[in-house]
C-alpha cells in the first residue's frame, strides 16, 4: 500500500482503535479531545467525509498519516509501516480523489477556526503596523519593535472574506498567521536562521511566538547561535538533520508530552541536550512564562508605588 491508499483508511477507525472515541458526533464529523495534549475542550475535530482532522488548539492537521506523525511523533517513514502493519489485511475505503491529498504532509491543509474547507489567499504584505495586531502582540507581551523585525501584517481572503493578522514567513515561503481570533497558515513549515557558520550551538523553539518572547525576555534582536523554530512538533523529521550538526542543542518545548517527547526524540540523536523547559515548569509554553514574568514585575512595581498606609492622625504632636 502506498501513502495514498493508508491515508484512505478512517481516521475514526484508526482512534477508536487506540479507544479514543468522540465527545461529540455531529454525524459527518466529530469532536475529539487532542490524543497528544492537555485538552479539556474537545477541540480536535475530524471530518468523517474528507478524512481529515484539525486540531484547533495546536494550529495542526492533515491526513491519517499525519496524525499518526503527530501522536507517534515520528518520521512520515515510520508512520507508513505502523499503518502498513495495522491494515495489512484490509482494504482502504474508497474517497474521491479530490477529497484526498494523497500526501504525507499538511502543507496544502489550512483552516480558520469558525469555518472548514478553506483556502487563504494572501493578497497584501505589509509592515507591522495595524493597532489591533499590535495589542495582541502587547497582550501576549512580546517587543513589538522585534516583532516587526521578524513578521509582516497579511492581509489575505477566505471565501471571499477579508481578514488580517501577524505573519511570520517560514523556510518554504509559506505564513503561519496569528491574531487574535485566529490561528492558520498558508503551509506549515519550519523556519530557520543560519547566524552562525561555525554550528557551535542550536537553539530549537516550538513555535515563532515563543522565539519572539526569548528574544523580548533577554531584550535583543538576534541571537548569535543558529536557530531553528518548527512552527509544529510534526515539523521534527524536516529539521533533525540540521539540528544533530551542532555539538550543543537547546530545547525550548511546551510542557506537555508532546513538547517533552520532541526533546526526547532530539535527544536520541544528539548528544549534548539542554532541555530549556526546565526553567519555567510553571507555565505551559516560552511565552505563557513571558507573560506571567510581565505581569509579576507589574505587580511589584504596582506595590511599590502605592502610598505607605499611616494611623489616622491625631493631631500635631509637641
Known amino acids: 500500500m502506498n501513502a495514498k491508499d493508508i491515508n484512505r483508511f478512517p481516521i475514526r477507525e484508526y482512534l477508536a482503535g487506540l479507544d479514543i472515541y468522540p465527545a461529540k458526533d455531529r454525524g459527518y464529523y466529530g469532536m475529539y479531545h487532542s490524543p497528544f495534549r492537555e485538552d479539556t475542550n474537545a477541540s480536535m475535530k475530524v471530518d468523517y467525509n474528507k478524512n481529515l482532522w484539525i486540531d484547533f488548539g495546536s494550529n495542526e492537521g492533515g491526513t491519517l498519516i499525519d496524525l499518526v506523525m503527530r501522536i507517534e511523533n515520528c518520521s512520515v517513514r515510520d508512520a507508513i509501516s505502523i499503518l502498513q502493519d495495522r491494515y495489512a489485511d484490509m ?3 474508497g474517497y474521491p480523489a479530490n477529497q484526498l491529498s494523497g500526501q504525507s504532509d499538511s502543507k496544502s491543509f489550512s483552516f480558520h477556526q469558525q469555518e472548514k474547507d478553506l483556502n487563504i489567499n494572501i493578497v497584501k504584505i505589509s509592515e507591522l503596523n495595524h493597532p489591533a495586531l499590535l495589542d495582541y502582540l502587547k497582550k501576549r507581551c512580546v517587543n513589538t ?4 523585525l521578524y513578521c509582516k501584517e497579511i492581509h489575505y481572503t477566505v471565501n471571499d472574506k477579508g481578514y488580517f493578522a501577524v505573519g511570520f514567513q517560514n523556510d518554504n515561503k509559506g505564513w503561519v498567521l496569528r491574531s487574535e481570533p485566529f ?4 503551509s506549515m513549515d519550519v523556519r530557520t536562521f543560519h547566524n552562525n557558520p561555525d554550528k557551535e550551538a542550536c537553539l530549537v523553539f516550538e513555535g515563532f511566538m515563543d ?4 528574544l523580548t525576555l533577554k531584550n535583543i534582536q538576534a541571537l548569535k547561535q543558529n536557530i531553528v523554530i ?7 523529521p524536516k529539521a533533525i538533520e540540521f539540528i544533530r550538526q551542532h555539538p550543543k542543542i537547546y530545547t525550548y518545548m511546551d510542557n506537555d508530552d508532546s513538547g517533552r517527547k520532541t526533546t526526547k526524540e532530539i535527544k536520541k540523536v544528539c548528544k549534548t541536550v539542554f532541555d530549556q523547559s526546565a526553567n519555567y515548569t510553571q507555565s505551559k509554553d516560552l511565552n505563557d512564562y513571558l507573560v ?3 505581569k509579576l514585575q507589574q505587580n511589584k512595581q504596582g506595590m511599590r508605588q502605592q502610598p505607605v ?3 489616622p492622625s491625631r493631631g500635631f504632636r509637641m
Open 91 to 93: 482494504q482502504p475505503v
Open 145 to 148: 519593535d522585534i516583532a516587526r
Open 183 to 186: 490561528k492558520g497558515c498558508t
Open 211 to 214: 522565539y519572539l518572547s526569548y
Open 230 to 236: 518548527l512552527n509544529s512538533v510534526i515539523n521534527l
Open 292 to 294: 506571567s514574568t510581565k
Open 309 to 311: 498606609q499611616r494611623k
